[in-house]
């Protein structure tokens, strides 16, 4: 091999070691060897990884040294061993190190984790479920400058624990509560934390000391995995002087509906401005209305994942207990309400959010005496979310908000909504915001839209056709139109200040670019993910994409996802090419230019061939030869029988003028007989038979010939024999055939120069094909071999010598 050739696969294989290098790195990012059984920190870590998880696993002590192949590493899983010591070096070799979970070990003193000095870029850390007695932070924890959250337990707690991170500006510390707490009022105070998370591991009453503290020092707090002692929490929270906390968060609790209810009112009249609870599993729900405070500072009550263990018990006043809260704000999502009712005075409320339920059509109305009552104590609601729902139909749900005056943002999207395009629909004045998005709704929509609307979202439905609305929109400004069932740009002649529109992943093939003129202030246009067809019909929509990205369209439309979004859908050998590397050119689209383009060249070849036919007189070659072919023709095909020769001594007669006869005798027998032709020609001054009559004559010649020829010229119709000739010789073609007169026309005989009694002659010259005495000498070869071919035969009489042309 070449040193060349060497150098050359040495490179190929390097690249391919690097290939598979880059790709193993990948794959060996994230390592997961929980529950291994292991006892030890395996050696043969991949040097790439930044994710391990070592959990559940028998490993009682951390070496220096054990990371030192995994430089890389940012997260570490150590949760659920029996750790019990940490050498002060074991992350020397981790410094990208960020989140480091210790939970659920054997570690015993906070004061002496010492590994924490090599851990400056924590933002996690969690040390619960330890067997630490003492929460007093050892002086390792101040290097920690970038922890963010940090969760923490301990059986004691006390002023000063926490001094060596005083200058750790956390997002969230958690407490974990053990069997045991001994907490010393005050101890939080070194604590700089914008969240406060409690979690109870017992059924055990949450240290009230503990609760006041939380309260009275961070902005938000959270009580997780309570099961009880809520009425102890109420009253203490009732008796707490000043609160701090805004935001208080229940999750994961267990609850009676009475606790519940006791400690949201309690909640109402203090400074505590949002509640939200998620997880929530409520017993003992009531028969009837529950008493709720009408005054409080809360703006917003929200609620996630609620769960009723009751089988019997009184929706409405659930509802009703919810909906009359005296807050701005009110949300329960992913519960499974079917019904809301209308609050039973005028409601402060500003926001509703039932998202993720499964309310139907009958929201917030009711039923007295067998009429139904529309709810007009929403008057001040502005916003409305009820997304992925149960609601279907669009016409009676204007119906429920029509008396929503305030109302100017709704979202129904993700339900089953459709509109019959027939009812009425009474929709509010004042709705600026309507997502429809993920309906069933079709092009009869626009029939039954706010008239006010500025922003429409109808992304996912079965338009597919933008009707003009029987109210023009005269404020929409923005429409989405996204995976619908268009086929063509929409035209705005009801949205006059229509400025963004959205199209994408419609049936869209060639958009009529000159629907855009009906929309003046179009600023922004989707049309990507359609499939395109790139025909004629597409140039003048490319023409507006290659503006947009050049900044040059006179519209001044700026066409987004342009050109990577734009492709070809058809023809097949254009498939999956964006738009913009497309090239149709103006020839095969303008009709004009097209025809312009075939036809000048066609007609200038044909004037070409039309001189150079005249000038060679082809037409006349190809009348000759197509004569001479359909005597061959004949010659072969036509059953001649012997009976029908008896008596047959020549090929031909010959019937001529007198003024003809220079001609016959210098040009038409030296070609036709003797070694020239070989035919048997009858000649009137040859084989006329004297002392006959003419008439005899003529008869007995044409009896005796195959065929009888003449050779007609001005003179052959002045000449009573000649007629006399052509008269017995048609009457003789009606037992031999219409091929038994050739006619051969010497000299032009124009039809009105032939006397009336020539009739049968002009019948025949009108249906019968003729030879033409060609003037041209080179056409004269021609010219006796189609004669030749039409007179020869096989005479039984006169034996012919056949002659090759």
């Not at 490319?542 to 050109?563: A, C, F, M, V, Y």
């Not at 007669?653 to 210098?666: A, E, I, L, M, R």
Request: charged share 20%.
């Amino acid at each position: 091999m070449r040193p060349t050739t060497e150098a050359l696969w040495a490179a190929l294989m390097l690249a391919g070691l690097l290939q598979l290098a880059s790709l193993a790195s990948s794959l060996d990012s994230s390592v997961d060897l929980s529950s291994r059984n292991l006892s030890s920190v395996p050696r043969d870590l991949p040097h790439g990884v930044e994710f391990l998880d070592l959990s559940h696993n028998h490993i009682q002590q951390l070496h220096q040294g054990d990371f030192q192949n995994t430089t890389l590493l940012r997260g570490l899983n150590m949760s659920g061993n029996i750790l019990e010591g940490i050498d002060p070096g074991t992350f020397l070799d981790t410094p990208f190190l960020e989140d480091l979970d210790l939970s659920h070990n054997r570690l015993r003193n906070l004061s002496g984790q010492q590994y924490l000095l090599h851990t400056g870029n924590l933002l996690l850390l969690n040390l619960t479920r330890n067997s630490f007695v003492t929460m007093t932070l050892g002086g390792s924890f101040s290097s920690l400058v970038r922890l963010e959250r940090l969760a923490l337990e301990a059986e004691n707690i006390s002023v000063g624990d926490f001094k060596n991170i005083t200058e750790v500006k956390l997002q969230t510390l958690t407490i974990c509560l053990g069997e045991e707490l001994d907490y010393e009022a005050g101890s939080l105070e070194d604590v700089h934390a914008q969240r406060l998370q409690i979690a109870s591991t017992s059924s055990k009453i949450v240290d009230l000391l503990l609760y006041t503290d939380a309260l009275s020092l961070f902005d938000e707090v959270e009580l997780m995995n309570l099961t009880g002692s809520y009425r102890e929490l109420s009253k203490q929270l009732s008796q707490i002087a000043e609160i701090r906390t805004s935001h208080l968060y229940l999750t994961n609790i267990l609850i009676k509906w009475a606790d519940l209810t006791h400690y949201v009112n309690v909640i109402l009249q203090t400074s505590i401005t949002h509640l939200e609870s998620s997880d929530v599993v409520m017993y003992n729900l009531p028969y009837k209305d529950t008493y709720v405070t009408q005054k409080s500072k809360m703006k917003s009550f929200s609620s996630r994942r609620a769960v009723v263990k009751s089988f019997f018990f009184s929706q409405e006043a659930v509802y009703n207990f919810f909906i009359n809260m005296p807050v701005e704000s009110l949300s329960i999502r992913h519960t499974a309400i079917i019904h809301m009712t209308c609050p039973k005075s005028q409601s402060p409320i500003l926001q509703l959010d039932f998202s993720h339920c499964a309310l139907s059509d009958t929201i917030f109305s009711m039923v007295e005496e067998q009429q139904i009552l529309e709810c007009e104590t929403l008057i001040n609601l502005r916003k409305l979310i009820l997304v992925n729902n149960n609601l279907k139909s669009f016409q009676l749900l204007s119906q429920r908000m029509q008396h929503m005056k305030s109302l100017q943002h709704l979202d129904l999207s993700l339900n089953s909504l459709y509109y019959n395009g027939i009812d009425e629909c009474l929709w509010p004045p004042n709705i600026t915001n309507m997502t429809l998005s993920s309906n069933r709704l079709a092009d009869s929509v626009f029939k039954c839209l706010p008239e006010g609307v500025e922003t429409l979202d109808l992304q996912n439905n079965q338009v597919s056709v933008v009707l003009s609305p029987i109210l023009k929109l005269e404020n929409l400004t923005s429409l989405n139109l996204i995976a619908n069932r268009l086929r063509d740009l929409p035209v705005c002649e009801g949205f006059p200040k229509l400025n963004l529109l959205l199209l994408g992943s419609n049936s869209l093939h060639a958009p009529s670019v000159n629907r855009l003129e009906t929309c003046p202030k179009l600023r922004t246009l989707d049309v990507s993910y359609n499939p395109f067809t790139c025909t004629c019909a597409l140039r003048s929509f490319i023409r507006l994409g290659i503006n947009s990205e050049r900044k040059t369209s006179h519209t001044g439309i700026e066409l987004l996802s342009w050109p990577v979004e734009y492709y070809c859908t058809y023809p097949e050998d254009v498939r999956d090419t964006i738009l913009k590397d497309i090239w149709i050119p103006e020839v095969t689209c303008n009709v004009g230019i097209l025809a312009a383009t075939i036809l000048c060249p066609a007609v200038v070849a044909l004037l070409a061939i039309a001189m150079l036919c005249h000038h060679l007189d082809i037409p006349w070659y190809g009348k000759m030869i197509w004569q001479w072919t359909r005597a061959k023709h004949r010659a072969r095909t036509r059953q001649v029988q012997p009976e029908d020769l008896i008596g047959v001594e020549f090929h031909a007669f010959v019937s001529y003028s007198q003024h003809d006869t220079d001609w016959v005798h210098d040009s038409l027998l030296p070609n036709l007989e003797g070694p020239a032709g070989g035919l048997r020609l009858c000649l009137h001054e040859k084989h006329f038979v004297p002392g006959k009559s003419v008439v005899e004559n003529i008869i007995n010649c044409v009896e005796k010939s195959r065929r009888s020829v003449f050779v007609l010229s001005a003179h052959f119709v002045k000449s009573d024999w000649c007629h006399y000739e052509l008269y017995f010789a048609s009457h003789q073609r009606l037992s031999r055939g219409s091929d038994s007169i050739v006619l051969v026309l010497l000299k032009p005989l124009p039809q009105y120069t032939i006397p009336s009694k020539y009739y049968q002659l002009k019948s025949m010259m009108g249906r019968h094909t003729y030879l033409e005495w060609p003037q041209d000498q080179a056409k004269h070869r021609l010219f006796w071999a189609n004669l030749r071919a039409a007179l020869q035969a096989d005479l039984p009489n006169a034996p012919v010598v056949e002659i090759e042309e």
